[in-house]
């Protein structure tokens, strides 16, 4: 059991490249997510789906798309980089996805990837 | 907007101290708050889910209170250990569900 897996782990992009973020979970879990996490700025969230074919949007989107073909895949795309986008990305997932209930349950989260853009 | 701060930002301990570390957060109408502990270069690990409901958690040498009222949450760690060393981090999820807010952290040392 793997748990939540990252890809790449580090990464550098000159500005104006595009990259993908890969995250997978194979919990089964129906709610993931991406945030980073920025010194003196703690964890933001970026996107979130609650389950296959449903995403939106958090505090931080601008910049980012997202997509969620499968259960187990929720990839994260770098349009055009700039150098505010350094920072360590992390992916996170929890069971939660409907039911009040099932929001009680912990996020699980992957090793993060330290993105650079010059 | 919710804000959650986490202090102090740093602490030192000789090993084998109890310790607390604060979270408070401004916005009372949560439905959960977690603690998080973080090593350097890893993700974050899941320590502990209060839920709105509960007073307290415990698991271990941890235990984490919550009053909502307030809005403060506290971590207790007990007859800390070397590899306690990381930075801990609260987060709570608001009434809306979907999103956890975080705080800063706080990173403890715990010296032999």
């Known amino acids: 059991n793997a748990g939540v897996t990252q890809t790449p782990k580090f990464q550098v992009l000159k500005t104006g490249q595009s990259m993908t973020l890969q995250c997978a979970q194979d919990m089964n879990h129906e709610y993931m997510s991406w945030y980073r996490q920025d010194p003196g700025m703690g964890l933001r969230l970026i996107h979130y789906s609650v389950g296959a074919g449903i995403t939106d949007q958090g505090e931080v989107p601008n910049g980012y798309n997202v997509s969620r073909s499968t259960t187990e895949d929720f990839p994260l795309r770098l349009l055009s980089a700039a150098p505010s986008q350094t920072s360590v990305y992390f992916c996170?997932?929890?069971?939660?996805?409907?039911?009040?209930?099932?929001?009680?349950?912990?996020?699980?989260f992957g090793n993060g990837t330290r993105l650079t853009v010059t | 907007k919710q804000e959650v701060t986490q202090i102090p930002a740093a602490l030192s301990v000789p090993e084998g101290e109890n310790l607390v570390l604060n979270c408070s957060f401004t916005?009372?109408?949560?439905?959960?708050l977690q603690w998080f502990r973080q090593d350097p270069g890893k993700g974050l690990t899941s320590l502990l889910l209060i839920q709105s409901s509960q007073r307290e958690q415990t698991s271990g040498r941890l235990n984490a209170s919550l009053d909502k009222s307030s809005g403060r949450s506290t971590l207790y760690i007990a007859a800390s250990q070397p590899g306690d060393s990381a930075t801990y981090l609260c987060a709570v999820m608001n009434t809306g569900f979907q999103k956890l807010v975080f705080g800063t952290g706080t990173r403890l040392l715990v010296s032999p």
């Open positions: 996170a997932s929890s069971r939660h996805g409907g039911g009040l209930s099932s929001y009680n349950s912990p996020l699980h």
């Open positions: 916005d009372s109408a949560i439905y959960n």
